[in-house]
T-cell receptor
Framework: AQKITQTQPGMFVQEKEAVTLDCTYDTSDQSYGLFWYKQPSSGEMIFLIYQGSYDEQNATEGRYSLNFQKARKSANLVISASQLGDSAMYFCAMRVTMDSNYQLIWGAGTKLIIKP | DGGITQSPKYLFRKEGQNVTLSCEQNLNHDAMYWYRQDPGQGLRLIYYSQIVNDFQKGDIAEGYSVSREKKESFPLTVTSAQKNPTAFYLC???????????FGPGTRLTVL
């Protein structure tokens, strides 16, 4: 079965600290991709970072980095130097191929609250 | 500016009525998607379309219908057959490189 698991329903982090959001996945596909999205209270989903299954280096985008451990099937998001504006829901998603089409499988999300 | 628009932002419906949610994109993306999000949960796929005049059911298509007559537009109709339609609905489109999906601002539907 193709599945994304986010085991942290919620997290509180002090401003300026680094935070790691966990994501594990399960797929039988050899080629897949992993995404992280941010959903602020306004509701819009904002694309943060992408890691392909064949990418050898961990992806980085500004303060966001993806700790990709293929053998453990994990793709954790690391946010460095957290800011109050980072408070939001964070979703991990996996791109798989179904019926020759790409689809995203979504995790249940982690609610991150940054404390001043 | 390129992007995805959804309207209306808030929608109220009486039981037994059909309603149509609009989704328009000017990103020239071929693929478009509709998701449903319930409070505290992730996204569930309703329908998706890879090209004009073609669409496929997602995981929770029952009670919904779509059309894709133009590349830019992918409206979703919530029919009276959908037993629990109150939810947040998100439309997305995707491009080829990573197939990352770009989202509209969403429509919050409430059945009265």
């Amino acid at each position: 079965a193709q599945k994304i698991t986010q085991t942290q329903p919620g997290m509180f982090v002090q401003e300026k600290e680094a935070v790691t959001l966990d994501c594990t996945y399960d797929t039988s596909d050899q080629s897949y991709g992993l995404f992280w999205y941010k959903q602020p209270s306004s509701g819009e989903m904002i694309f943060l970072i992408y890691q392909g299954s064949y990418d050898e280096q961990n992806a980085t985008e500004g303060r966001y980095s993806l700790n990709f451990q293929k053998a453990r099937k994990s793709a954790n998001l690391v946010i460095s130097a957290s800011q109050l504006g980072d408070s939001a829901m964070y979703f991990c998603a996996m791109r798989v191929t179904m019926d020759s089409n790409y689809q995203l499988i979504w995790g249940a999300g982690t609610k991150l609250i940054i404390k001043p | 500016d390129g992007g995805i628009t959804q309207s209306p932002k808030y929608l109220f419906r009486k039981e037994g009525q059909n309603v149509t949610l609009s989704c328009e994109q000017n990103l020239n993306h071929d693929a478009m998607y509709w998701y449903r999000q319930d409070p505290g949960q992730g996204l569930r796929l309703i329908y998706y379309s890879q090209i004009v005049n073609d669409f496929q059911k997602g995981d929770i298509a029952e009670g919904y219908s779509v059309s894709r007559e133009k590349k830019e537009s992918f409206p979703l109709t919530v029919t009276s057959a959908q037993k629990n339609p109150t939810a947040f609905y998100l439309c997305a489109s995707s491009t080829g490189r990573y197939n990352e999906q770009f989202f509209g601002p969403g429509t919050r539907l409430t059945v009265l």
